[in-house]
């Protein structure tokens, strides 16, 4: 009896469907561990980048030369050079953003240091840097660019970490430290590796019952898909934006395309002040204002957490104008606070300088950065 109740078709296909699905569920899983840390890591590469090509201009070898002790702290190129750092950080949002440099006895020590002097981890002039760093430390000094390639475990916490060399002409001179907070990456990668083994199982089981329950009882199946559709605000996501930008591409359909980026201003602020769910309608507020415009070619994208991105066809500096002016009512009419904004920077593809699509985007993104950095800079003032 035994026997012949292994010998059952339906108990076959069912462990069958079990282990391919426990062997797709394991591959999937590593194949998506694998491309989000890719991406996360070759977005914090293209924010260092960005960071960096602002810094260093700000940065010679006077500044390294007359700042090497504490009594440093009080001079004009501290001040100078503290009070950028200070600003790219909190416009950034990086951990810490800092330069250092290697003294007469071949000791590192820090120079500038982006935290305001009241925090507790702020680091004066001439203070020791940690020597769990001096071999990354060292190999920037070389004039090799350290870039962020995995979570380290500091004692200061879970961070990305990245050094890049500063030159005077031919000569390193410095080093720039950029770190990033890590610490809610490592514990997501972390549960993910221990919930593995249980969603495997878990997955298994579900195919098993499901494939014996649809070999007894044919029956027509229901998909619905999400996946092009960002949940919150109803507008098309990342996925999507990559898909159409590549069909775009790959029809060559970009001519006078354009190319809007926005990304909403103290969206953090507004987060840990009133909380998530207040930050949720910021964010809805921008989506909100492009549906009420009811454009028929222009498309929104949220492509992260307070970026959007509009694709507009046919476009010139007075159509992206107006359609920026018009969205800007909308929002203020919708917005639950009056002092919220969003930046925007635009451009439009130009066969001459732009590769593709991806290279449109890039100049507009970076001139929206120009203008949240004025924003800030700005708010500062006040």
């Known amino acids: 009896m035994k026997k012949n109740y292994w010998k059952r078709v339906d108990l076959q296909v069912s462990i069958f469907t079990a282990v391919i699905v426990a062997v797709l569920t394991f591959t999937s899983f590593i194949l998506q ?4 840390y890719r991406d996360t890591l070759k977005s914090l590469n293209d924010q260092v980048e960005s960071i960096y090509a602002y810094i260093a201009p700000y940065l010679d070898a006077d500044t390294f030369s007359n700042i090497s002790a504490r009594d440093d702290f009080n001079s004009e190129d501290y001040a100078q050079a503290h009070d950028v750092f200070r600003r790219v950080k909190e416009v950034t949002g990086v951990m810490y953003l800092y330069t250092a440099k290697e003294n007469e006895q071949g000791e590192f020590i820090y120079v500038i240091d982006g ?5 507790p981890s702020f680091r004066y002039p001439g203070d020791p840097i940690e020597s769990e760093i001096y071999p990354d430390m060292k190999r920037a000094l070389g004039g090799e660019k350290v870039l962020p390639d995995k979570i380290k475990d500091t004692e200061w916490g879970k961070i990305f970490i990245t050094y890049l060399p500063i030159y005077d002409q031919n000569q390193v001179i410095g080093v720039i430290g950029i770190e990033f907070e890590a610490e809610h990456q490592y514990m997501t990668y972390r549960n993910l590796r221990l919930l593995l083994p249980w969603f495997i199982l ?3 089981l579900i195919a098993c019952l499901i494939s014996r329950a649809l070999f007894r009882h044919i029956s027509n199946p229901f998909y619905h898909d999400m996946a092009n559709t960002d949940y919150l605000t109803q507008l098309k996501n990342r996925n999507a934006y990559q898909t159409d930008m590549d069909n775009i ?11 809007i980026s926005i990304d909403l201003n103290s969206l953090k602020k507004v987060n840990d002040t009133y909380g998530h769910e207040k930050g949720d309608q910021y ?8 549906q009420n415009l009811d454009t028929k070619k222009a498309v929104m994208y949220r492509i ?10 046919q476009a ?7 359609l920026m002016d018009a969205l800007e009512r909308e929002f203020n009419k919708l917005i639950f606070s009056p002092e919220l904004t969003f930046s925007w920077g635009y451009a439009i ?4 300088e732009d590769n593709n699509l991806h290279s449109t985007y890039r100049k507009a993104d970076k001139q929206m950065y120009s203008k949240k950095q004025i924003y800030y800079s700005d708010i500062e003032k006040q």
């Open 349 to 352: 593809y130009d066969q001459q």
């Open 304 to 313: 992260g957490g307070d970026e959007f991105v509009i694709l507009v066809p």
């Open 316 to 322: 010139d500096k007075q159509k992206i104008e107006a």
């Open 202 to 204: 878990l997955f298994g």
């Open 33 to 36: 561990y694998n491309i989000t």
């Open 249 to 259: 591409t790959a029809m060559k359909l970009e001519k006078e395309m354009g190319v």
């Open 283 to 290: 964010i809805t507020c921008i989506s909100r204002a492009y």
């Open 115 to 119: 935290l305001d002097p009241d925090n």
